[in-house]
């Protein structure tokens, strides 16, 4: 797989996108080659249960935030078109078009995942305190086929824009296998990819799948080590994050688990914990 194609989500309600989501995303887009789309929305917010079970004044209400869905928009647009159009005049410049999606809330995680599968790869910047966000993302990579690059906004942690160091989570599973496949551009591109596995983490049916993972990737031509450690007792999401910190990790690499129970999705440890408390650069493949 070759990553030409990008979908970049732009929420626009209640908060907007951040613009540093939008310039950290244009630059992945642009250090891959790819052509990136921007898409918005103009959100139609009514009420659930109709206006004349409100006083007149709350119809009022829903418009002024249709407004601000609408304005928040139309700014998210301008920034996204002068960030690719300034990316275009450095050394290495990048494609692009936007999209302005007019739909209800509700119905925005679908519009995307229509989008997400006609794309190779979702750059989602992720607000983790907000809930609909999560949801939203939760769709993309469950719903869309294909993979998704989580941005968390607010990480503690300064975010590159280009991945010299990847960790692999590895433990022989299918969504493991496909979020390998899914990232093989950038393995190959990457200057040392770890092969990680949490020894005291699963019990695996081929413990020596890592080891050979690895040769399988230094196959494609890729710097490839095998890491085997220790969870120490700690959460399997926590567990990442020392490891990340500790060598330096630029982009995780994982498959997420979950399944769709009556519309909610039901997430894994370490998938939950990704979505829940984001630290770097994590790409989720299902």
Not at 157 to 163: A, E, I, M
Request: glycine share 6%; aromatic share 6%; with cysteine.
């Amino acid at each position: 797989m070759t990553i030409r194609d990008i979908l970049l989500p732009l929420l626009s309600y209640p908060a907007a996108t951040t613009t540093d989501s939008v310039e950290k995303a244009v630059a992945v887009a642009s250090g891959l080659g790819a052509h990136i789309v921007g898409v918005t929305f103009e959100l139609q917010i009514r009420s659930p249960v109709g206006l004349y079970a409100h006083p007149a004044h709350i119809g009022g209400m829903f418009a002024a935030e249709s407004r601000k869905s609408a304005s928040n928009a139309r700014d998210l647009v301008a920034a996204f078109d002068d960030i690719c159009a300034r990316k275009g005049t450095m050394q290495r410049g990048v494609a692009y078009e936007h999209a302005i999606e007019q739909c209800a809330p509700a119905e925005v995680a679908h519009v995307l995942v229509d989008h997400a599968r006609l794309r190779d790869l979702s750059i989602f910047p992720l607000n983790a305190e907000d809930p609909d966000q999560r949801s939203i993302v939760e769709a993309l990579i469950f719903e869309s086929g294909r993979p998704v690059l989580l941005l968390p906004e607010g990480a503690t942690r300064q975010l590159p824009s280009s991945f010299d160091r990847v960790a692999v989570a590895w433990d022989h599973s299918r969504p493991a296998a496909r979020a390998v496949a899914d990232a093989l551009p950038m393995l190959r591109a990457a200057k040392q990819v770890h092969v990680v596995t949490f020894a005291d983490e699963k019990r695996m049916h081929r413990p020596d799948s890592g080891v050979e993972l690895c040769k399988h990737l230094a196959r494609h031509g890729a710097e490839v080590t095998f890491d085997k450690v220790s969870a120490k007792g700690r959460a399997i999401g926590d567990a990442f994050e020392a490891y990340a910190g500790e060598r330096n990790i630029d982009l995780l690499v994982m498959g997420a688990f979950g399944h769709s129970k009556l519309r909610e999705f039901i997430l894994g440890g370490a998938t939950r914990r990704m979505l829940t408390r984001p630290f770097t650069w994590t790409l989720l493949s299902h």
